[in-house]
């Protein structure tokens, strides 16, 4: 069983708030992944980390902002909160030292609802 | 572009049928992912492979690496398998996944 967690699972928020969505992981995986994810659609990847001090933006363009102080936690945060914002945030971890391939470990998501 | 193609959609079965999801994948993927995700939105690692077969269960996948196809397998199929099964592509190294659509899988008591 994967030890990577999310919280908060659940989120309605008002327009214009900050908030902040957290990832941590127990596995020391060196590599994290934030995907977004609307009801009934594919994963996209908006934001990665390599390790510690790297992060890069994905696929998707998000106007969320992430960084990676330590190897464990991976939070994502949005400065202003609007409607457009609502959504499934997914987190994922991988471990690239331990193979060549990318099998990544996925936390319960946080459902976030903007009003 | 790597692109990975998953077919059908949607699918709908009865209790205790054989069911098979199709994954077609392009050059530059090496290995294939299979994921399943439940209605609460959680995502579970199934299977990674590179060639031949893997079992676990009643979960076959199988993959072909000439043909660049992927196919999973459920076999006497159950209401608890309900979910959506999505097979991402690996480049291998340090490169993204390549997702696909996903499969929603309903299967009937």
């Known amino acids: 069983e994967a030890d990577i967690y999310q919280t908060p699972r659940y989120l309605v928020i008002g327009t214009g708030k900050k908030i902040t969505l957290e990832c941590s992981q127990t596995?020391?995986?060196?590599?994290m992944y934030w995907y977004q994810q609307d009801p009934g659609m594919e994963l996209h990847l908006i934001h990665y980390?390599?390790?510690?001090?790297?992060?890069e933006k994905g696929d998707l363009s998000s106007e969320s902002t992430v960084s990676r102080i330590r190897t464990e936690h991976f939070p994502l945060t949005l400065e202003s909160a609007r409607p457009s914002h609502t959504s499934q945030y997914l987190c994922a971890s991988s471990d690239q030292r331990a193979s060549s391939y990318n099998e990544q470990f996925f936390g319960p998501g946080t459902r976030l609802t903007v009003l | 572009k790597n692109e990975v193609e998953q077919s059908p959609q949607n699918l709908t079965a009865q209790e205790g049928e054989f069911i098979t999801i199709n994954c077609s994948y392009s050059?530059?993927?090496?290995?294939l992912h299979w994921l399943q995700q439940h209605p609460g939105g959680g995502i579970v690692s199934l299977f990674m492979l590179s060639s031949g077969k893997k079992k676990h269960g009643r979960l076959i996948a199988t993959i072909n690496i000439q043909e660049k196809h992927s196919s999973l397998h459920i076999t006497a199929s159950h209401p608890r398998d309900s979910a959506v099964y999505i097979c991402?592509?690996?480049?291998?190294?340090?490169?993204?996944?390549?997702f696909g659509k996903g499969t929603k899988l309903t299967v009937n008591p």
């Open positions: 596995m020391g995986h060196d590599k």
């Open positions: 991402a592509g690996d480049q291998g190294g340090s490169e993204k996944l390549v």
């Open positions: 050059v530059g993927i090496s290995a």
């Open positions: 980390s390599y390790g510690v001090n790297s992060t």
